[in-house]
């Protein structure tokens, strides 16, 4: 599950031609996609049972229009034993997002999870998510709608990132993961209601003009909705945008 602010910022942002002429339209409608590999796949810091414990193709496609709408797709594949060889999770979402002035945006959306292949519809589902930005700190929380067979109706993941540009085209990425959970549901005995979930660390860069980015991400491991403390762990990524 795969969600940040991006949004915000990709709506402001479409492909030029290098010629620009005073009568060229500019198109309202902008669309990207991208595509990563992972050493792990590792859902919300869950590093003791991740979705993909080894390397992990994911990727994605956005539509943006000008007026703040926004809507794409997010993949990825998982490991979930020799049972389940082609289990793979879809992300579908769309929303609004906006900005207030200079240097603060919000937005607004709902997410649709589909897994396929995995033998039943117990994981599928919705989730709200709200967030806001100020500057190159953007904060989101998103809260499941129904139960679910890895949450409960009310389940609110709160995080906070944070980039900051390096010398050498280097950029220090960090991100705060908090979970309130709800007792209430299919999935019982959640030990509390509230509780730190990761911390991560990391650098990433583009290489050359490649389009392509390397990235580096150390995890501290929190805790998951049974207070089991999850381990620390680094994650390597390349990502190609396109």
Do not use: C
């Not at 943006?64 to 020799?82: C, I, K, P, R, V």
């Not at 997410?111 to 033998?119: A, E, S």
């Not at 890895?150 to 990425?173: H, I, M, V």
């Not at 860069?205 to 620390?232: C, H, V, W």
């Amino acid at each position: 599950m795969k969600f940040t602010l991006k949004a915000l910022a990709v709506a402001a942002v479409a492909s030029a031609s290098s010629f620009t002429f005073a009568d060229e339209p500019t198109s309202p409608h902008s669309v990207s996609g991208n595509i990563g590999v992972l050493s792990s796949y590792n859902l919300r810091g869950i590093t003791n049972s991740p979705e993909n414990k080894g390397a992990t193709i994911n990727g994605g496609l956005d539509y943006n229009h000008a007026s703040g709408f926004y809507a794409g797709w997010w993949g990825s594949t998982l490991d979930y034993g020799d049972d389940l060889p082609n289990a793979f999770e879809n992300d579908f979402y769309a929303g609004y997002s906006g900005s207030i002035n200079d240097d603060w945006g919000y937005t607004a959306g709902l997410t649709y999870y589909y897994y396929y292949d995995i033998g039943n519809s117990g994981s599928n589902g919705f989730e709200t998510m709200l967030g806001l930005t100020y500057k190159d700190l953007g904060i989101t929380a998103q809260t499941l709608l129904e139960d679910l067979d890895w949450g409960n109706a009310g389940d609110t993941y709160l995080k906070a990132s944070y980039s900051y540009a390096l010398p050498k085209d280097f950029s220090l990425d960090t991100a705060l993961g908090l979970y309130l959970y709800e007792k209430d549901g299919d999935i019982e005995g959640t030990e509390d209601s509230f509780s730190f979930r990761h911390f991560d660390i990391g650098l990433s860069k583009p290489l050359a003009d490649t389009g392509i980015t390397a990235s580096m991400n150390y995890i501290f491991g929190g805790y998951n909705r049974f207070d089991e403390k999850q381990k620390n762990k680094v994650v390597l990524g390349l990502g190609y945008s396109f």
